[in-house]
């Protein structure tokens, strides 16, 4: 069975403190793996996909890496406007371009 | 303006009534997708569609009802609305590597 686990389940920074969010997948053929951002109240808002291990995708102050079996979004100097709740999804190769999302991670940056 | 909207953003309804959520896109992406968030369980699956009049079931489609006469809408219907389908609902649309997410209906059933 497809599966994303995300750890934590919640993350707390000083802002400048870097970290790394994890995403654990298993999936029978990976056809991409997804990162999205979430504000309370709105929908996920698309960030990255990664679709090969050893791949690696950035944007601002966030950088997503692919493994065969984890991905990592590293978050740089975090600021408070980072504070969101991060998903994980997988979509396998035989899937109709479904998504299987995890939990998500809730950061939350101090100023 | 280009992009996917939900109607209505907020709705109570009572057990047993019907309920349709609409989802409007104006890329013309061929997919559209319907998850509901619940906590302790994320973002899960109802119902997909590949393009006009073909839908199929997702992760957890009983009591929910979906039809795509257009591709540009995707309304899902709450049959008989019951307790377990408060939720919030998100449709989605996009193509091979992303998917692009509505801003959600919050959903009450008392």
């Known amino acids: 069975e497809d599966q994303v686990t995300q750890s934590p389940e919640a993350l707390r920074l000083q802002e400048g403190e870097s970290s790394s969010l994890n995403c654990s997948y298993t999936?029978?053929?990976?056809?991409?793996l997804f990162w999205y951002r979430q504000d309370p109240g709105k929908g996920p808002e698309f960030l990255f996909t990664l679709y090969s291990a050893g791949e690696e995708k950035e944007k601002e102050r966030l950088k997503a890496t692919l493994t065969k079996k984890e991905s990592f979004l590293h978050i740089t100097a975090p600021k408070p406007e980072d504070s969101a709740t991060y998903l994980c999804a997988v979509q396998a190769m035989d899937s109709s371009y479904k998504l299987i999302f995890g939990s998500g991670t809730r950061l939350l940056v101090r100023p | 303006d280009a992009g996917i909207t939900q109607s209505p953003r907020y709705k109570i309804t009572e057990t047993g009534r019907q309920v349709t959520l609409m989802c409007h896109q104006t890329w013309s992406h061929s997919y559209m997708f319907w998850y509901r968030q619940d906590l302790g369980h994320g973002l899960r699956l109802i119902y997909y569609?590949?393009?006009?009049?073909?839908?199929d079931k997702g992760e957890v489609p009983d009591g929910y009802v979906v039809s795509r006469s257009k591709t540009e809408n995707f309304p899902l219907t709450l049959e008989s609305a019951t307790r377990s389908q408060t939720s919030v609902y998100f449709c989605?649309?996009?193509?091979?590597?992303?998917?692009?997410f509505g801003p959600g209906t919050r959903l009450t059933v008392l």
């Open positions: 999936v029978s053929g990976l056809r991409g």
């Open positions: 989605a649309s996009g193509h091979t590597d992303t998917q692009y």
């Open positions: 569609s590949a393009a006009a009049d073909i839908t």
